[in-house]
T-cell receptor, first 116, second 116 residues
Framework: AQSVTQLGSHVSVSEGALVLLRCNYS??????LFWYVQYPNQGLQLLLK??????LVKGINGFEAEFKKSETSFHLTKPSAHMSDAAEYFC??????????????FGKGTKLSVKP | GAGVSQTPSNKVTEKGKYVELRCDPI?????LYWYRQSLGQGPEFLIY????????DSGLPNDRFFAVRPEGSVSTLKIQRTERGDSAVYLC??????????????FGPGTRLTVL
């Protein structure tokens, strides 16, 4: 069965500092990997996704993530945090084939706070 | 263009009552998903529609939950004999094609259901 582990339910950084949100996954088949962001009272918005090809994926708002198969990781980074980045971030995985293909399996989320 | 919309945004009901939650997907999207997000958790898959049919309902927790999409557009999630444990945010997502593709799932803002 697939699963996603996000280390740290709450991460706090200073404005301008590096953002690193950790995600490890477990999957018996090659996965697709996603990062979504959720602002208060809004729906989940896709930041970036990995399907095939280049393992370093660039997304919106300056975020990027690298798929590392050997480490089963897909950590999200941003070089310099902005106050507007404060939100909750979810890592998700889906199978590329099989009975549950396409269904997103989410981690529990990491709430990012940005201090001025 | 218009995104995924969900109504109502908030629903408070009493234990044992029946509720209906509505999802309007993005126009032209054939795939529709329902997820449930409990407090402090990531969203969990409930059901997937391809067109009018429920192609995968493996995530529905029990037979009190049912969903329809009679014309392949709007979907309604129906919960009978609500229990306090059903309290959660119910999220709807749609994507352009079926789940064989790598299409992005676009999420609505959710319906917050509270069962007293």
């Amino acid at each position: 069965a697939q699963s996603v582990t996000q280390l740290g339910s709450h991460v706090s950084v200073s404005e301008g500092a590096l953002v690193l949100l950790r995600c490890n996954y477990s999957s018996s088949v090659p996965p697709y990997l996603f990062w979504y962001v959720q602002y208060p009272n809004q729906g989940l918005q896709l930041l970036l996704k990995y399907t095939t090809g280049a393992t370093l994926v660039k997304g919106i708002n300056g975020f990027e993530a690298e798929f590392k198969k050997s480490e089963t990781s897909f950590h999200l980074t941003k070089p310099s945090a902005h106050m507007s980045d404060a939100a909750e971030y979810f890592c998700a995985v889906s199978d590329i084939y099989g009975g549950s293909q396409g269904n997103l399996i989410f981690g529990k989320g990491t709430k990012l706070s940005v201090k001025p | 263009g218009a995104g995924v919309s969900q109504t109502p945004s908030n629903k408070v009901t009493e234990k044992g009552k029946y509720v209906e939650l509505r999802c309007d997907p993005i126009s032209g999207h054939t795939a529709l998903y329902w997820y449930r997000q409990s407090l402090g958790q990531g969203p969990e898959f409930l059901i997937y529609f391809q067109g009018t049919g429920a192609a995968d309902d493996s995530g529905l927790p029990n037979d009190r939950f049912f969903a329809v999409r009679p014309e392949g557009s709007v979907s309604t999630l129906k919960i009978q004999r609500t229990e306090r444990g059903d309290s959660a945010v119910y999220l709807c997502a749609s994507s352009l094609y079926n789940r064989d593709s790598t299409d992005t799932q676009y999420f609505g803002p959710g319906t917050r259901l509270t069962v007293l």
